[in-house]
């Protein structure tokens, strides 16, 4: 039986360094990103496909700004559903031309997904999560005003940034339509980890100002579909404790209870390794006979065969 792996893809996936910021240069970087997942496919992986949206995000938010005196602001929820749709038309037309090069006959079908989160989330209390350009302290002073923004210092680079929450994600809302493609199609869905929405006592739903971490939705995704494993792929080949000095330690191996500690000890900074490491642990912790993964992208295969990687297990 084939393994079933939903994979997690980090910002370099979508665009480089280098990158203008363009969706013609984002559309060059998903090029080389299919190709290693193309290969994963051809090699009888079953996959379906988490991406980031932050920097999208960011973009859509400042053109919305900059239109505002001629097109009303658009509502953060509805600048997450727009990346969703970009980024999965750009994934879902590089993919199936690299997996037809492959002789690999499996649609590539780029689902816009909702997610439930608690509206009683303690992160609407203490939002954190920048999103959108930097303003001034007058126009930040401005759209708390206006628009009941929270707006938060950002004096390392100097500017105010709109900040919000980072909800748990509760429920994927178009699951059973991602168990029905599966296998018969690759699906990209939870983009940016869904769309923020509450549900109402009658049963709808209303989207939230909020941003759901990628890693935490591609997890919820990897227990709903019954995945062996999660692959979570970034920047780097393996998670690192003391990361960056002379006494860094790449880690190849992390039982729950290694990685609880490290966490703790704040080894992995909380806005960068620690919610990838967070996911993993989740994902074993309620699956103690699968396992979950953090490597590099051009790494993604060697991980997945056990040749390189950081490999979580329950003990």
């Not at 980024?87 to 690999?104: C, D, R, S």
């Not at 105010?160 to 909800?167: D, G, K, N, Q, T």
């Not at 404790?241 to 000890?265: I, M, P, W």
Request: proline letters at 5%; one cysteine or more.
């Amino acid at each position: 039986m084939a393994e079933k792996v939903v994979i997690a893809l980090g910002g370099n996936a979508l665009q480089s360094k280098e990158s203008d910021g363009t969706a013609a240069s984002q559309l060059e970087v998903v090029k080389n990103t299919v190709e290693i997942l193309a290969d994963l496919s051809a090699a009888g992986y079953e996959m379906a496909v988490v991406h980031g949206n932050g920097p999208q995000v960011g973009r859509i938010l400042l053109s919305s700004e900059t239109a505002k005196d001629v097109v009303p602001p658009m509502p953060l929820e509805v600048c997450g559903s727009m990346s969703q749709g970009y980024i999965g038309y750009h994934i879902q037309q590089a993919f199936g031309h690299e997996l037809a090069k492959h002789g690999v006959d499996v649609p590539v079908v780029a689902l816009v997904t909702q997610t439930i989160v608690d509206g009683a989330d303690p992160s609407f209390a203490h939002p954190t999560k920048p999103i959108g350009p930097f303003y001034d302290e007058g126009e930040a002073k401005q759209l708390e005003a206006e628009r009941g923004y929270v707006m938060q210092e950002d004096k390392a680079r100097g500017g105010w940034r709109r900040v919000v929450a980072s909800p748990k994600p509760q429920k994927i809302v178009e699951i059973e339509a991602v168990k029905l493609l599966w296998p018969q199609a690759i699906v990209v869905c939870v983009g940016g980890g869904g769309i923020p929405v509450v549900q109402n006592p009658d049963g709808s739903l209303d989207g939230v100002a909020a941003v759901i971490d990628k890693d935490f939705g591609a997890e919820l995704l990897a227990e709903d579909v019954a995945a062996d494993t999660l692959l979570i792929l970034t920047e780097v080949e393996k998670v690192a404790v003391n990361f960056g000095t002379s006494d860094q330690v790449d880690l190849d191996h992390l039982s729950l209870e290694e990685a609880a500690r490290y966490c703790a000890e704040g080894q992995f900074g909380s806005g960068s390794m620690q919610p990838k490491v967070e996911a993993c642990m989740k994902f074993v912790r309620a699956n103690p006979a699968k396992r979950a993964i953090i490597t590099s992208l051009g790494k993604a295969k060697e991980a997945l065969e056990g040749k390189t990687g950081t490999h979580f297990t329950y003990a």
